[in-house]
């Protein structure tokens, strides 16, 4: 038992100094953390929010709203939100060769209508304005804001996973690596501490 004990913290010192050599975002939360580069960071977020709008489309799709009702007219400006987001976005190539997509950017954006966020609130997806609206170094994940990410993860994860065909192919690197993240966010909520990004 000592000897797993000290093999795991072994590894975890090793892991952060990893993260801290690649210049990326570590969150910890008790025993629990996650770290990765910058870029990686700024993927996994655009995924998510791919994700999101994905998971909305497929239950406004199949959850009918009565046309006039409270529910039919929040439906109505969401979806006018997503598509005026995926309309504006675009994908471009770095100064460094890779592809760059601006949807966090915008995202970020349309994030400051307090409309949007309560949008994303009512129809169970204000995890996403959590997870996205954080620096990238020095701060927190509230307790609540860790709930509303992991009520999140549970609808949009299936929507991860790009090639059903092929569960390790390359397009399922974030559906088959998610749980790292998630648990340091369950951490937060099954112990009521915070998550310290550094």
Same mark, same amino acid.
């Given at each position: ?8 913290? *072994?590894?975890?010192? =090793?892991?952060?100094? +990893? ?5 990326? +975002? ?26 999101? =709008? ?41 100064? =460094? ?23 994303? +609130? ?24 860790? *709930?509303? /990410? ?24 974030? *559906? ?5 993240? /998630?648990?340091? =966010? ?10 310290? /990004?550094?």
């Amino acid at each position: 038992m000592l000897r797993n004990n000290l093999l795991n913290l *072994y590894y975890k010192e =090793f892991k952060m100094k +990893i993260c801290i050599i690649l210049m990326g +975002i570590d969150l910890y939360c008790g025993d629990k953390n996650f770290c990765c580069s910058y870029g990686t960071w700024h993927n996994i977020r655009i995924e998510l929010i791919k994700a999101t =709008f994905e998971y909305l489309e497929v239950h406004f799709a199949v959850t009918e709203y009565e046309e006039g009702t409270h529910e039919h007219g929040s439906m109505r400006a969401l979806k006018q939100y997503i598509e005026k987001i995926q309309n504006v976005s675009v994908i471009k190539e770095s100064v =460094f060769g890779n592809k760059e997509s601006n949807l966090l950017d915008l995202f970020a954006t349309y994030s400051r209508l307090l409309e949007f966020i309560d949008l994303l +609130i009512e129809f169970g997806v204000g995890g996403i304005y959590s997870l996205c609206n954080k620096s990238d170094c020095e701060g927190f994940y509230s307790v609540g804001n860790s *709930y509303d /990410i992991c009520e999140l993860f549970k609808l949009v994860k299936p929507f991860l996973l790009k090639n059903k065909e092929d569960l390790n192919a390359e397009e399922n690197w974030l *559906y088959r690596n998610i749980d790292e993240l /998630i648990n340091v =966010f369950k951490d937060s909520v099954e112990h009521n501490e915070m998550v310290r /990004i550094c």
